[in-house]
């Protein structure tokens, strides 16, 4: 099979913005909110620039305590910003990092030395694309679990009932995602595999293996996130 992968332009990238104008318009009409996406978007476009300048050093490197220091760095981040829909969420912040860290690394530790095998195996090329995925997806579902407890137990819910309300919310992107998968889409890993040309049966190995490790990483979290604020409110 034909190994090919589109050159995009930077300037290709303003068709984009039509979307996201209509986006915008809808969000600032209904939300009067004027700040939240615009410094979003501004700090994403930051971010994805640096970060490749960052990636061409990082991938050539040989050593694993530079690639140990970027996960750290990402496994903080991501503690933090799963925290920022909650009121007076600092108490938590170490409660989100320690699940997310434990959902996270279990999983990644397995994809890499269970999966794939890398050599070596704090390969940067491997590591920090897949945990990029696995920390991503376990933030996200800590965040939404954070946000429906509080909501659950702000309402009046005992714990276990807003627990058993904040895991399933928290579960419910992942599981649309199973149901659509191969379906309704074709998740990035696949779709990136298969625009550079990489055989659809093996761009699906990799599908499966991203989906296992999202649902084990995010579900792990949550449980962890969950138990932890259990034993505080015991």
């Known amino acids: 099979m034909k190994h090919s992968l589109y050159h995009i332009a930077l300037t290709d990238l303003v068709w ?48 694993p305590w530079l690639v140990g220091g970027v996960l750290a760095v990402m496994l903080t981040a991501a503690g933090i910003i799963a925290m920022r829909p909650l009121p007076q969420a600092a108490k938590h912040y170490l ?26 195996w704090f390969d940067p090329k491997v590591v920090i694309p897949l945990a990029g995925m696995v920390f991503a997806n376990s933030m996200n579902a800590v965040s939404i679990a954070a946000e429906r407890l509080h909501s659950e137990r702000t309402g009046g819910a005992t714990f276990a009932q807003a627990r058993a309300t904040a895991y399933r919310a928290a579960l419910i992107p992942i599981i649309n995602s199973l149901f659509a998968v191969g379906l309704v889409s074709l998740p990035g890993m696949m779709t990136g595999q298969i625009l550079s040309g990489v055989d659809p049966l093996i761009a699906v190995r990799y599908q499966m293996m991203v989906m296992l490790m999202i649902l084990g990483s995010a579900g792990i979290s949550v449980g962890v996130y969950l138990s932890l604020l259990f034993k505080e409110e015991d």
């Open 16 to 63: 984009m913005l039509i979307p996201v104008g209509i986006v915008a318009f809808l969000y600032y009409r209904w939300t009067d909110d004027r700040t939240t996406l615009p410094y979003a978007l501004g700090r994403m476009l930051l971010q994805l620039l640096s970060i490749g300048y960052v990636l061409v050093y990082i991938f050539t490197t040989s050593s």
């Open 95 to 120: 409660y989100a990092i320690v699940a997310i860290v434990i959902g996270g690394v279990l999983t990644l530790g397995l994809v890499l030395f269970g999966v794939l095998n890398p050599s070596p």
